[in-house]
T-cell receptor, first 111, second 114 residues
């Protein structure tokens, strides 16, 4: 059974600082996704990572995937308040097209 | 207009009532999914459908049923609602033809069962 663990679950950081969110998963997978959710809103797709060593960047966010370690990271560079949200990683279960989600990381960026 | 539309957006009802949540999409995707979100638990899959004739149980299907009326419509029913089904419910779609195939989510239905 695929399990997905994110840490930390809560992250409070100052504007301008850097930090990394980690996503570990328990079984082999070909696809890993990062989503953003603002309070009371839907989930927005941020990144899709499909292969070992994949790196995607959008603005101050960069996601990477190490399939051998079963680990993905979401790195935040020089955080700004607008990045405050909950971030989820989701892993596809063995080519099934079903996703297993982590519990999410609630990020708060303080001035 | 939203590509994935959920109705209603909010619903308050009483224990024992039958509830239907509806999802429609204009993306032309074959795959449709129902999730529930509870605080601190992430999203959990209730049911999914790969086409009109292919419906499958997810991780937490007990107490729920679904109907895929057409490629674009996928409904979730709670036959006899109970308070622990209070949650935020999301419908999602995906296109199996793409290699990336991210799931696209509706705006959610907030359901409260008293």
């Amino acid at each position: 059974e695929l399990k997905v663990e994110q840490n930390p679950l809560f992250l409070s950081m100052q504007e301008g600082k850097n930090y990394t969110i980690y996503c570990n998963y328990s079984t082999t997978s070909d696809r890993l996704y990062w989503y953003r959710q603002d309070p009371g809103k839907s989930l927005e797709s941020l990144f899709v990572l499909l292969s070992n060593g994949a790196v995607k960047q959008e603005g101050r966010l960069m996601a990477s995937l190490d399939t051998k370690a079963r680990l993905s990271t979401l790195h935040i560079t020089a955080a700004v308040h607008d990045l405050s949200a909950t971030y989820f990683c989701a892993v596809e279960q063995g080519g099934s097209e079903k996703l297993v989600f982590g519990k999410g990381t609630k990020l708060t960026v303080n001035p | 207009d939203a590509d994935v539309t959920q109705t209603p957006r909010n619903r308050i009802t009483k224990t024992g009532k039958r509830i239907m949540l509806e999802c429609s999409q204009t993306k032309g995707h074959d795959r449709m999914y129902w999730y529930r979100q509870d605080p601190g638990l992430g999203l959990r899959l209730i049911y999914y459908s790969f086409d009109v004739k292919d419906i499958n149980k997810g991780e937490i299907s007990d107490g729920y049923s679904v109907s895929r009326q057409a490629q674009a419509k996928f409904s979730l029913s709670l036959e006899s609602a109970i308070p622990n089904q209070t949650a935020l419910y999301f419908c999602a779609t995906s296109d199996f033809r793409g290699r990336a195939r991210p799931q696209h989510f509706g705006d959610g239905t907030r359901l409260s069962i008293l």
